[in-house]
């Protein structure tokens, strides 16, 4: 099976495929339908397309066909990975997940773009904060006001 080791992302599309299939044709959708275009039709859409990826990919692995090897243009891949840059990122993303109930998007999201700035290498102590505060304040404003996605405001709620 070591030479077609590719059929297993046959399989995990396959799945993914009959799980978003099944959740999109069990929803219910009586009181949100207005024409004939509802809310199954795009998740109907991407599970059929994920199921005809599974095929194709499929057919084509047991025909013979393998991806390329990746080259990795400027990375040498003889080198080990960065756990560190893995675990600082790994850090941050769940302190954004534990801390953007209790503190709020504003605040969190701030933390979670200076520690990703930080972990992936910038320096910058007297900017990086300035600009992951501006980013999150935008992020926030953008999601809450402009697209009425609301998010936490966390202690600022009454201040944003």
Known sequence: ?????????????????V??????????????QRGPVGPRTVPVAVGIGLLA?????????LRGGR????GGEDVDLGEPADRRT???????????????GPIGF???GALLFWGSAYALGSRHFD????????????????????LGVPLPGGPLMGVL
């Open 67 to 70: 991806g390329e090897a990746e």
């Open 106 to 108: 504003p605040v969190s």
């Open 53 to 61: 990826v599974a095929v194709l990919l499929a057919v084509d692995v």
């Open 86 to 100: 893995v675990a600082l990122l790994t850090g941050v993303f769940l302190a954004f997940a534990v801390l953007i």
């Open 127 to 146: 900017r990086d904060p300035l600009i992951a505060a501006g980013l999150s304040l935008v992020t926030y404003f953008v999601f809450d006001n402009l």
């Open 19 to 32: 799980l978003v299939l099944t959740d999109a044709l069990t929803m219910s959708v009586d009181i949100t």
């Open 1 to 17: 099976m070591r030479e077609h080791s590719e059929l297993g992302v046959c399989v995990l599309l396959l799945v993914l495929g």
